[in-house]
Structure formats: structure tokens, C-alpha cells
T-cell receptor, first 110, second 110 residues
Framework: DAGVTQSPTHLIKTRGQQVTLRCSPK?????VSWYQQALGQGPQFIFQ???????QRGNFPDRFSGHQFPNYSSELNVNALLLGDSALYLC?????????FGSGTRLTVV | GQNIDQPTEMTATEGAIVQINCTYQ??????LFWYQQHAGEAPTFLSY????GLEEKGRFSSFLSRSKGYSYLLLKELQMKDSASYLC???????????FGKGTRLSVIA
């Protein structure tokens, strides 16, 4: 049973560029949440998708947007990248109680 | 607001027992999670508490006191591979996203 799959694993972008990260949830999970984790910090909630709609959002600017597809997979888009966007981006899928995290995408903005 | 506090760093000796504390103040409470995270990797689920008391799972135990807004993770018979960050996370409501603390970096020494 495949867990949560994220792609790509690593990414280097230049300031001002745009990036799209992808997540395939664990089989049977219908909710996807995205987190940003800076070095040495705990994950910070970006937003959550359920039934193809953004249901909840953390304290992140509109440069961060997302999408969920009918098969429950999800994308995270970040526009106008800043150096401070460099972080590990984690996707977590859930169904009721359990949360399963993907291995993350390490984004470096130079 | 949501606030979760845990010590930043701890050091313990191989074979010993260590207790990692977590206190929380959240808008609601619908479960507390502990995750283990090795450097650069995804968080992996350790334990879940929703009712007061102790949950034991092998070398790991987790305790919850909802009235005190307090939890701890107990690791017994420490091994070198237990060196990692330990994340305390609270789910404030039914299908709300997890709110994480900053994590406790545990170093196990010989």
C-alpha cells in the first residue's frame, strides 16, 4: 500500500520564479494538508484541501495557492519566490484520525 | 491563538530513559500526536492520545492530561537511532489541521 508520494524531492529556484509541488495521498485518504518546515522549526500549516476545495488556511500570503484533483492528489504553487521560501514542504494526507506525511520536497531559493 | 511548547534540545545516554514534555494552549482539543523526524526526512507517527492517561507502544509511551494541557513522550532503553527531533502536535477540532510545536532535538550519546 503506497503511502504519500511527493515530487520532486529536491528543487532549486531563483528569486521571483514560480514553483509547483505535487502530492499523491495515501490510498483511502481524501484530505490533503500542506506544511512548510524551515530548518530547526516545526511544520507550519499552509492550507488544507478536501473535496477539491481549500477548507482551511494558515498565515501564508496569497503567493501560496493550491489545488486538489478528483483523484485527491494535490498541488502547491508558490509565485514570486523569496529567499525565505526556502524550506522543506510536507504534504500530509488524512482520513478521519490518522495523518500520514510524505517525504517532502526540499525547496532552495537562490 | 494556538501555542505548543516543548524543550528545544535534550541529551540522554544510550540505554537510559528520557521524557520529553509538551504543553499546549489551543482553541480546542481533539487529540495530541507525537512524531519522530530524522534530519531531512518526513515526520513518522509515534503515538496518539485523545483521552487522559498513558498509551504504551513498545519502547515508547505517551501520556496526556487534558486538564493541565500537558503531555509527555517517554522513550525507554534508548538507542543511538533514537537521535532525532520529536514533534508534539495538537488537533484543535474535528477535521482541523495539526498544530505543531517547534520540536525537541534529542541526542543519544554512548
Amino acid at each position: 500500500d503506497a503511502g504519500v508520494t511527493q515530487s520532486p524531492t529536491h528543487l532549486i529556484k531563483t528569486r521571483g520564479q514560480q514553483v509547483t509541488l505535487r502530492c499523491s495521498p495515501k490510498s483511502g485518504h481524501d484530505t490533503v494538508s500542506w506544511y512548510q518546515q524551515a530548518l530547526g522549526q516545526g511544520p507550519q500549516f499552509i492550507f488544507q484541501y478536501y473535496e477539491e476545495e481549500e477548507r482551511q488556511r494558515g498565515n501564508f500570503p496569497d503567493r501560496f495557492s493550491g489545488h486538489q484533483f478528483p483523484n485527491y492528489s494535490s498541488e502547491l504553487n508558490v509565485n514570486a519566490l523569496l529567499l525565505g521560501d526556502s524550506a522543506l514542504y510536507l504534504c500530509a494526507s488524512s482520513y478521519r484520525v490518522g495523518y500520514t506525511f510524505g517525504s517532502g520536497t526540499r525547496l532552495t531559493v537562490v | 491563538g494556538q501555542n505548543i511548547d516543548q524543550p528545544t534540545e535534550m541529551t540522554a545516554t544510550e540505554g537510559a530513559i528520557v521524557q520529553i514534555n509538551c504543553t499546549y494552549q489551543t482553541s480546542g482539543f481533539n487529540g495530541l500526536f507525537w512524531y519522530q523526524q530524522h534530519a531531512g526526512e518526513a515526520p513518522t507517527f509515534l503515538s496518539y492520545n485523545v483521552l487522559d492517561g498513558l498509551e504504551e507502544k513498545g519502547r515508547f509511551s505517551s501520556f496526556l492530561s487534558r486538564s493541565k494541557g500537558y503531555s509527555y513522550l517517554l522513550l525507554k532503553e534508548l538507542q543511538m537511532k533514537d537521535s532525532a527531533s520529536y514533534l508534539c502536535a495538537v488537533r484543535p477540532g474535528g477535521n482541523t489541521p495539526l498544530v505543531f510545536g517547534k520540536g525537541t532535538r534529542l541526542s543519544v550519546i554512548a
